[in-house]
């Protein structure tokens, strides 16, 4: 069975400090990993998948299969930053049809 | 940009009616997905549609649940006798047939069982 822990459900900090909303996983397979985000009263969105490597408004993610975890960082929250964020485990084998897996969420403040 | 899209925003119906919950994925997708999120939980995967049948469901996704595309643009959920456990906001999502596709997720439709 695949699971998708994310152990703060919030998390606030101030403007300008560095934020890493923590995520791990279970699976027994090839996993995808990715983060989601949902801003206030907007829909769920792709915010970075591990297999990009690239850098989504300042933040990162580095897949470490060893820890089995997908930690989001950033450097410097911004104020706009505040929003729930998910991570999400997709099957990366042949016979999946894509449905991912969700942590609980984390919802991130960042105050002034 | 394309958008998946759901109606109605937000159903109230009363135990044992049936409701059916409309999305419209992006158009040159082939991949569609239902999700629910009771308030306060996590998104919980619903059922997963390829070329025209069910591909994968979740324990969730019992009898009283069915999920139909009737005319190659809608993409519908039904709850035959809803219950009070099935008030949560349900998510459609859509994505294109690459292997490693991006999931595009719509606004939700809010259900409330009384």
């Known amino acids: 069975a695949q699971r998708v822990t994310q152990p703060e459900k919030l998390l606030s900090v101030f403007k300008g400090a560095p934020v890493e909303l923590k995520c791990n996983y279970s699976y027994s397979g090839s996993p995808e990993l990715f983060w989601y985000v949902q801003y206030s009263r907007q829909r769920l969105q792709l915010l970075l998948r591990?297999?990009s490597r690239e850098s989504i408004k300042g933040f990162t993610a580095d897949l470490n299969k060893g820890e089995t975890s997908f930690h989001l960082k950033k450097p410097f929250a911004q104020e706009e930053d505040s929003a729930m964020y998910y991570c999400a485990l997709r099957n990366a084998g042949g016979t999946s049809y894509g449905k991912l897996t969700f942590g609980q969420g984390t919802i991130l403040t960042v105050h002034p | 940009e394309p958008e998946v899209t759901q109606t109605p925003s937000h159903q109230v119906t009363q135990m044992g009616q049936e409701v059916i919950l409309r999305c419209v994925p992006i158009?040159?997708?082939?991949?569609f997905y239902w999700y629910r999120q009771i308030l306060g939980q996590k998104v919980e995967f619903l059922v997963s549609f390829y070329n025209n049948e069910i591909s994968e469901k979740s324990e969730i996704f019992d009898d009283q649940f069915s999920v139909e595309r009737p005319d190659g643009s809608n993409f519908t959920l039904k709850i035959r006798s809803t219950k009070l456990e099935d008030s949560a906001m349900y998510f459609c999502?859509?994505?294109?047939?690459?292997?490693?596709?991006?999931?595009?997720f719509g606004p939700g439709t809010r259900l409330t069982v009384t």
């Open positions: 158009s040159n997708h082939l991949y």
């Open positions: 999502a859509s994505r294109p047939g690459l292997a490693r596709g991006e999931q595009y």
């Open positions: 591990h297999i």
